[in-house]
Structure formats: C-alpha cells, structure tokens
C-alpha cells in the first residue's frame, strides 16, 4: 500500500484524535489538514515498516501544541458553540445520543490538556500505555497517573450531568 493510501486510510482515526485535542470540529479538520501536509513534506522522515498512526498522532499533537503557544501570544477567541448550529434529529433516541455526546464532550473538555490527550489515546483510540507513552514522549508511569486521574475527573463530571 502506498503511503498516501495508508494516510486516506489512517484519516478517520486522526479526525477523531484532533477534535478530542481541539474539542472543535473545525479545528479539528484544520489541524488534520496541516498534519497531512507536514505528513507529506516530511514523508522521507517515515520509515516503512514503523507504525504510520503514532508518528501521524505525534506530528498532530506536536502541531497542537504548537497552536495554542502561539494563541496565547495572539490572545484567546472565542468560537461558536457548535451546540447552537446542530439541528437534533426527530427521532427520541438520536436526540438522547446526541445529549450523552454532549456530556461527554463537555466533560472531556473540561480535562486538562494533558489528561484528554492520555485518554483519547488509550480509551479511544485503544492504544497500550507503553505506544501512547512513545507517542507523547512521556514515561509510562506518567500515562498511568493521568490516565487515573482523567478516568477519575471523567466519572465525577459525568455523574454530575447524570
């Protein structure tokens, strides 16, 4: 498979990644869309037959971090509540789901940034402590803590929304 096979392929994955980093999905799509093109400038620094998704999640982190250094120094927008512009579907289960999402959404939002990157990458994206601990560049016990301490914040916020 080609390497731009492999990145098409890899996309929804990277989508999910970046709206949990970004809690935007219009920051999402743009910091999927810069880590494609860092992805192919830089494709001569990706050796075939290493893992695409973890140096594919650590140019999207590292492009992250990158934009909120930089939105500090330019100062914080405010974005549109996506809730606003959402339209609910007529049927009563879409709308529970739709509710639930929103908790969860809300609850993952209020993580800090380290604790949500941890948990998209290991409940999420189902990635064992030792990968996310190579993707984020951090010890293993460091996964572990703020894996804890982010399932803990979780069930707390999401026990008060139930």
Not at 8 to 25: D, K, M, N, V, Y
Not at 56 to 83: K, P, Q, S
Request: with cysteine; glycine share 8%.
């Amino acid at each position: 498979m080609r390497f731009e096979e492999k990145l098409i392929e890899l996309l929804p994955r990277l989508r999910r990644f970046a709206r949990g980093l970004t809690q935007s999905a219009a920051d999402a799509d743009d910091l999927c869309q810069a880590a494609i093109e860092r992805a192919l400038k830089s494709r001569d620094q990706w050796q075939d037959g290493t893992r695409l998704d973890s140096w594919m999640y650590r140019i999207t982190r590292n492009l992250w971090i990158d934009e909120r250094r930089g939105a500090g120094r330019r100062g914080v927008h405010d974005v549109i509540d996506e809730a606003v512009t959402q339209i609910a579907g007529d049927g009563a289960a879409e709308v529970e789901a739709g509710a639930l999402r929103s908790d969860v959404d809300g609850a993952m939002a209020r993580l800090p940034d380290e604790q949500r990157e941890v948990v998209m990458l290991v409940l999420v994206e189902g990635y064992a402590y030792r990968e996310a601990a190579e993707i984020l560049d951090v010890p293993i016990g460091t996964v572990t803590s703020r894996l804890a301490r982010g399932r803990d914040t979780l069930m707390q916020l999401l026990g008060e929304a139930a």
